[in-house]
Nanobody, 126 residues
Framework: QVQLVESGGGLVQAGGSLRLSCAAS????????MGWFRQAPGKEREVVAA????????YYADSVKGRFTISRDNAKNTVYLQMNSLKPEETAVYYC???????????????????WGRGTQVTVSS
């Protein structure tokens, strides 16, 4: 079992920045790839970014490339999502999730992830 707790969400003006954190406990954090997802009201959950177990390989949705950065600190059992130049349409609940590293090829597949946090609300005002 892996327990995930997100933090860092809040209200920010368009063009602003937020840094989300996801603290993990339980089984060895470093064996999992990690993903950040978001879900807006009435919409499906979508992948935002993912990072492999070592942090050496990352993935970004096209919509956030150049603005968001995913990183991890395995010594602290934490994964981060730095979000810059935020847009109102990015208002959503943001979730982190853990993926068995052998399933890295499924990093964009919501159903492939084994463990999920409860999410943190990000609201971007116009």
């Amino acid at each position: 079992q892996v327990q995930l707790v997100e933090s860092g969400g809040g209200l920010v003006q368009a063009g602003g920045s937020l840094r989300l954190s996801c603290a993990a406990s339980g089984r060895a954090f470093s064996i999992y790839a990690m993903g950040w997802f978001r879900q807006a009201p009435g919409k499906e959950r979508e992948v935002v970014a993912a990072i492999n177990w070592s942090g050496g390989t990352t993935y970004y949705a096209d919509s956030v490339k150049g603005r968001f950065t995913i990183s991890r600190d395995n010594a602290k059992n934490t994964v981060y999502l730095q979000m810059n130049s935020l847009k109102p349409e990015e208002t959503a609940v943001y979730y982190c999730a853990a993926l068995d590293s052998s399933k890295w090829y499924k990093r964009t597949d919501v159903s492939a992830y084994d463990y999920w946090g409860r999410g943190t609300q990000v609201t971007v005002s116009s």
